[in-house]
């Protein structure tokens, strides 16, 4: 399976990062990949205006422009965005959309279009999610041409439990989408986590991020998360694959899943796990979309 990974910089107005959305899918159908991941906040870039001005359903125009981009290149698009939470807040969603193929089971071809929201939300290194975010309850793994993809968001690459519980429940590759914060050993510390998730999971682990708007002489506000780049493609052994730099564009990992059956032969982890793992995460039962 081809994944690209569009590392691209979104800014305040949905609409000119709507056609980034569509310049990036375009660009990676024609070179073949089969689901486009997007960052985190490619609706609205973090820091760049209220959230809960930009927030709608799976069903808005927003999210329905992009299931369009997905059927009109037959592909499946990962993106981040945000639909209307409760209290004022928004829910950090992950919109996964476009036409699926057969389920694992050699059924009909189906279209997928539904989200994940976001679970572990960004309260740390001085900048609080949760007054804006309202978090997510349940993980989710889908299906496409017969493939488990697991669903994750940024900080959630920080707690091991939710991709162990994607793995669980059949995910063989595991999309994290980020718009990640830069700082000292932040870029260390994303290559780190994406190597040890896909390593506890046993699991092809595609992390992509935001660029990084330093290296593209975009201003930001201080102590926003706002990206560094360096979408990673990680195996399930834990090796980085591929990797990018901090400037956007579009890079393209090439997965054979059928490596994630001889890691597990070799490495039996999920097999192996015990008491401690079955009680440690804390995490509510996967929501699997077959």
């Known amino acids: 399976m081809r994944i690209a990974a569009a590392q691209i910089l979104s800014g305040r107005d949905p609409a000119d990062n709507l056609r980034l959305v569509r310049e990036s899918v375009t660009e990676a159908a024609a070179r073949g990949a089969r689901i486009v991941a997007l960052p985190e906040a490619t609706m609205r870039a973090f820091g760049a ?24 290149n037959g592909v499946v698009v990962v993106v981040g965005m945000f639909t209307p939470g409760q209290g004022g807040r928004v829910r950090n969603t992950l919109l996964v959309t476009g036409p699926a193929g057969g389920d694992a089971a050699g059924g009909p071809d189906r279209e997928l279009h539904l989200g994940y929201d976001k679970i572990h939300l960004f309260d740390a290194f001085g900048f609080a999610e949760s007054d804006t975010v309202e978090p997510g309850d349940a993980t989710r793994v889908v299906t496409v041409d017969g493939v488990g993809i697991g669903l994750s968001v940024c900080y959630d690459i920080r707690f091991p439990g939710q991709y162990r519980q994607l793995a669980a429940a059949g995910a063989r590759i595991t999309i994290c989408a980020a718009s990640w914060g830069s700082g000292p050993g932040k870029v260390d510390q994303w290559r780190l986590l994406a190597r040890a998730r896909a390593l506890d999971a046993t699991t092809f682990l595609v992390a992509v991020g935001q660029a990084d708007p330093g290296f593209e002489g975009v201003e930001v506000t201080r102590g926003v998360p706002t990206g560094v780049g360096h979408s990673v493609l990680v195996g399930p052994d834990g090796t980085v694959r591929d990797e990018a730099g901090p400037e956007a564009g579009l890079v393209l990992f090439e997965i054979d899943d059928d490596e994630v059956t001889d890691i597990r032969k070799k490495i039996p982890v999920l097999a192996n796990g015990r008491i401690t793992e079955e009680s440690a995460t804390g995490e509510s039962a996967p929501e699997v979309v077959r």
């Open 49 to 72: 205006g209220r959230l809960d001005e930009v927030a709608e359903p799976l069903d808005g125009p927003w999210a329905t422009e992009v299931a369009e981009i997905a059927r009109e």
